[in-house]
């Protein structure tokens, strides 16, 4: 028997929208290369207010209230917990509300489509069908397809979960950006500026990662490993031992996938990853019941052709209001890639200036279209000359991704 929806991928973006169907009382098939409970390599990070206003901060494996961040020589607080999930528990929440669905193993190869819905083939020959399939296999997928719009700007980070000769944060604290960069020499800070992410994990282990913002092409990874070990040893630490390393690239301004398609994506494919901030596993948690919800009204109404089931689907996920502002952070992105690490430092000076609930809401995707505005137009009224004039200067494809963002 065929199914409501085809699931393919079984990554955050897989599971987070199947919990949300499953419970709806629709009939839901998954098909992942592994097993979905198989434990994921990420370490997510989330401002813990984004789950307490979910009622799940008991998915938090580490919360911290002593967050700052470096713009100059002292540290700036940043005055809102931020923690980490516990992946496991987060996978586990996901699996358990979606108890009730049946995986298959293999990877989707081919896709078809007829007035009734959609069939899936896998590279193994097995013929899944169902009224939708969600593309969830992550920002190069499967089957969901975008534009291309120019380069793609990929977030590089490279980090380490260890131990150290010495404390390489104070006890207790989490560092979200340290943009001190005295170890560097001045033709290297000509060079695209890269910050340091780091926490204290507890127990004499710390998660340390010389991050880049996002560029095309990206930062590579041997330079940011170089950039984090010297780091660390102008400030007298060294590393002990090693217990994980994470090499993380992943793109930041996908453009909005094709509205129109058949397939219907969620996650990395369907270009939820925030531009600015690269942050995904919140929205995922805010978005997908919502989508759900429209999913099943839209295949209750048995005589909906295929097509307009993904139609409805896409449509809820990305609202007008949402494309606009996926226009305008796209925008902003643009501008901060082009920003020297002394204009990145002011800037990001001013932003976290702004009233909490401004920089929060936008780093977090939560504000409204007009609030965002509101909060743009205040960062340029209050930042400094410098950096409003580079505000200012359209360069490159400012001005086509502005156009795009203004006429949504
Ligand atoms: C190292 C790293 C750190 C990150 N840190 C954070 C963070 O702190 N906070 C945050 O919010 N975001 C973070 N992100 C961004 C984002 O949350 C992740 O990229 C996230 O894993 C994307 O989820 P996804 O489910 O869309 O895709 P993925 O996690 O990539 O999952 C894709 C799934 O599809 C399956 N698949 C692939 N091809 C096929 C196929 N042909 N058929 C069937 N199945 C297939 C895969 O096996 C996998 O199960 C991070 C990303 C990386 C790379």
Known sequence: ??????????????????????????????????????????????????????????????????????????????????????????????????????????????????????????????????????????????????????????????????????????????????????????????????????????????????TSLALAPPVPIEVLEDRLRRRLAHRGVAVVHVQHEERCLFPMNLPLPDLRQRVMGFGGAASLVHPASGYLVGSLLRRAPGLAAAIATALAGGDRSGAQVAEAAWAALWTPELVRKHGIYQFGLEKLMRFSEQELRQFFSTFFALPEAQWFGFLTNTLSLSELVAAMVRLFALAPADVRWGLMQPKGREVSLLWRAVRG
């Open 1 to 210: 028997m065929a199914a409501d929806v085809l699931v393919l991928g079984a990554g955050p973006a897989g599971l987070a929208i199947a919990s949300e169907l499953v419970p709806l009382g629709l009939k839901v098939v998954g098909l992942a290369a592994d097993d979905p409970a198989s434990p994921w390599q990420n370490t997510y990070g989330i401002w813990a207010d984004e789950l307490d206003q979910l009622n799940l901060s008991h998915l938090l494996e580490y919360r911290w209230s002593n967050c700052v961040s470096y713009f100059g020589a002292e540290p700036v607080s940043l005055g809102r917990d931020y923690g980490l999930f516990d992946r496991e528990k987060l996978q586990g929440h996901w699996l358990g509300r979606s108890a009730g669905m049946s995986w298959r193993r293999g990877l989707a190869a081919e896709l078809s489509h007829d007035e009734r819905g959609s069939q899936v083939t896998t590279r193994d020959g097995d013929v899944l069908t169902a009224r939708l399939v969600i593309d969830t296999t992550g920002h190069d997928p499967v089957f969901v397809r975008r534009p291309v719009l120019g380069p793609v700007a990929a977030q590089a980070a490279y980090g380490i979960v260890g131990t150290f000769s010495a404390d390489p944060v104070p006890p207790g604290q989490f560092v979200l950006m340290d943009y001190r960069s005295d170890h560097l020499s001045e033709q290297e800070r000509l060079a695209p500026p890269t910050f340091l992410y780091a926490m204290d994990l507890g127990g004499g282990r710390f998660f340390v990662e010389e």
